[in-house]
């Protein structure tokens, strides 16, 4: 019965352990699949970005090249393409940062799951060791106290069913 009622509660525990793990595993999957998703978008970013940068420089060689007169338009629009370097190059930083602000987010999950393995192995040692080993060692303890007392009281019936017969022997 002990035996039987252990193995349900490690196959509840294992039940629960695997569950755990499989959920991990779909997180981790789908913080992949994010990352991905978040290194897709700054490509995509990038590309749409740099053919307006080559068509700012394009637009500014044929300013100088027709109107070498008009420099004030022409410092204006070096000075657009400068900000608009910088904010390519800040786009940049801010999607590597990102990405790899999820890699740190995927390395913390990881840890996260590692620690509540961990924690999940302890709750159970200290399970077995506080509730499972003590109601085992009682269970054997009040088993050992039945038997003792069947013992005993079959000693003391015995001699009464022993007169019992004596005195029918003596009537017949």
Do not use: W
Not at 3 to 31: D, E, M, N, P, R
Not at 68 to 77: A, F, G, I, Y
Not at 95 to 115: F, G, K
Request: some cysteine; proline content about 2%; aromatic content about 4%.
């Amino acid at each position: 019965m002990d035996s039987t009622l252990l193995t349900v509660f490690v196959g509840i525990t294992a039940l629960a352990f695997v569950f755990q793990c499989i959920t991990v595993v779909f997180l981790a999957q789908s913080l992949r699949q994010l990352a991905a998703r978040l290194e897709e978008l700054r490509l995509g970013i990038a590309k749409t970005v740099e053919p307006l940068k080559d068509r700012l420089e394009t637009l500014v060689g044929n300013v100088n090249v027709t109107a070498e007169k008009l420099r004030t338009l022409q410092d204006n629009l070096t000075a657009t393409s400068e900000v608009i370097h910088r904010r390519v190059v800040s786009v940049d930083r801010f999607m590597s940062e990102t990405t790899e602000s999820a890699r740190l987010q995927v390395i913390r999950i990881q840890d996260a799951v590692d620690l509540a393995c961990r924690r999940t192995e302890q709750a159970v040692n200290m399970l077995y060791r506080g509730v499972i080993m003590p109601v085992s060692e009682a269970s054997a303890i009040i088993n050992g106290l039945r038997v003792g007392l069947a013992i005993l009281t079959r000693r003391a019936k015995g001699p009464a069913v022993r007169a019992g017969q004596q005195d029918e022997e003596l009537f017949i």
